[in-house]
């Protein structure tokens, strides 16, 4: 079973979302991905999260725009951690989402990343895994040399 299971409000999400899948499989963790929403989907989506408990799911990443229900109300229903991604979307173009992830009540938290920052929610999450994992932790470790050698770089 995956480690990681991402879950998006609706397909319109799903290319903004998909940076996090490649980060993880850069990282050979295990992601889950789909999609369902807690606006429109209230009941699978209690479902999906019990289903992915079981499963043993460690991380969830959540992705919407717009009002972002999604990510506060996965965190509802688990206490593994949540990490929750806005999107821009409508007229508001992600601040509303990213406003509603992030402004969760205490005993509730939603680990809130960038509006659109897809590779960051997988980052947080493999920092999250790399905890129990002294492998992942190496790989990150070099990932964080290589980028720091090429910041360094003129070419
Ligand atoms: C949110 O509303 C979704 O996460 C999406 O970003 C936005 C628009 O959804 P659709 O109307 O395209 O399904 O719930």
Request: hydrophobic share 50%; net charge neutral; aromatic share 4%.
């Amino acid at each position: 079973m995956a480690q990681v299971v991402l879950i998006v409000g609706s397909k319109s999400d799903v290319a903004a979302a998909k940076g996090a899948v490649d980060v993880l499989d850069k990282f050979g963790v295990s992601c889950e991905p789909h999609v369902c929403s807690a606006h429109r989907a209230p009941e699978r989506l209690r479902e999906l999260v019990r289903r992915s408990e079981n499963d043993g799911a460690r991380i969830f990443i959540t992705g919407a725009g717009m009002a972002a229900a999604l990510p506060g109300a996965v965190a509802s229903m688990t206490t593994r951690p949540v990490i929750g991604l806005p999107l821009a979307a409508g007229a508001l173009n992600g601040i509303d989402a990213l406003l509603a992830i992030a402004q969760m009540p205490p005993g509730i938290p939603v680990a809130t990343v960038a509006i659109n920052g897809a590779a960051n929610a997988a980052y947080l999450a493999l920092e999250i895994l790399a905890l129990s994992d002294p492998g992942l932790a190496g790989k990150l470790a070099a990932w964080r040399r290589e980028q720091s050698e090429r910041v360094d770089s003129f070419d």
